[in-house]
Antibody, heavy 120, light 109 residues
Framework: EVKLVETGGGLIQPGGSLRLSCAVSGFTVSSNYMSWVRQAPGKGLEWVSV???????NYADSVKGRFTISRDNSKNTLYLRMNTLRAEDTAVYYC??????????????WGQGTLVTVSS | SYVLTQPPSVSVAPGKTARITCGGNNIGSKSVHWYQQKPGQAPVLVVY???DRPSGIPERFSGSNSGKTATLTISRVEAGDEADYYC????????????FGGGTKLTVL
């Protein structure tokens, strides 16, 4: 059974840092491309970042230079390091699984999300 | 950057057909994926590659994509279909970005 479980959210002051984790089971995190998607309160889905099976990465303009996506294959876990946090980064952060064939398509499994609140 | 446009809301009576559109420049040349999100829950994939359904998704959910508009069609709408629906594509025009539409709130009357 495929499962994705996010942890690491919480209340953080503006300018602070936080690391989110997404522990996966039922598949190997390095075999699929994986993304982080966030949703601000009452708003729609916003893509944040992707890491491909080959370990290359990409980021939305809104987080480029502040966020870093990575994975630990030995722990089968995806991460999102978030630095210089702003109030507008407040959102529920979801990890999502993409395909394994190299073709960029849909996200077929999602975690339950973890809430990040940036406030003083 | 590439933009996907969805109507903010669609209303439909139970048993009728709901159509949720997703507009984008030449979207017919892209693969469109659709997600359902109920309050307090994570998104669920309901249609991928324009027309395909993941296992476990009812046949009442179908998709189409041509020209400037992709459409998610929900036949014989049930109260449990009330949710937000999002379309998604990859924008490969610059360095592979994921694009979501703004979402459509489906209300079952």
């Amino acid at each position: 059974e495929v499962k994705l479980v996010e942890t690491g959210g919480g209340l953080i002051q503006p300018g602070g840092s936080l690391r989110l984790s997404c522990a996966v089971s039922g598949f190997t995190v390095s075999s699929n491309y994986m993304s982080w998607v966030r949703q601000a309160p009452g708003k729609g889905l916003e893509w944040v970042s992707v890491i491909y099976s080959g370990a290359s990465t990409n980021y939305a303009d809104s987080v480029k230079g502040r966020f870093t996506i990575s994975r630990d294959n030995s722990k089968n876990t995806l991460y999102l390091r978030m630095n210089t946090l702003r109030a507008e980064d407040t959102a529920v952060y979801y990890c999502a699984r993409g395909g394994s064939s190299g073709y960029l398509g849909a996200f077929d499994y999602w975690g339950q999300g973890t809430l990040v609140t940036v406030s003083s | 950057s590439y933009v996907l446009t969805q109507p903010p809301s669609v209303s439909v009576a139970p048993g009728k057909t709901a159509r949720i559109t997703c507009g984008g420049n030449n979207i017919g040349s892209k693969s469109v994926h659709w997600y359902q999100q109920k309050p307090g829950q994570a998104p669920v994939l309901v249609v991928y590659e324009d027309t395909d359904r993941p296992s476990g998704i009812p046949e009442r959910f179908s998709g189409s994509n041509s020209g400037k508009t992709a459409t998610l069609t929900i036949s014989r709408v049930e109260a449990g279909d009330e949710a937000d629906y999002y379309c998604q594509v990859w924008d490969n025009s610059r360095d592979h970005y994921v694009i979501f539409g703004g979402g459509t709130k489906l209300t079952v009357l």
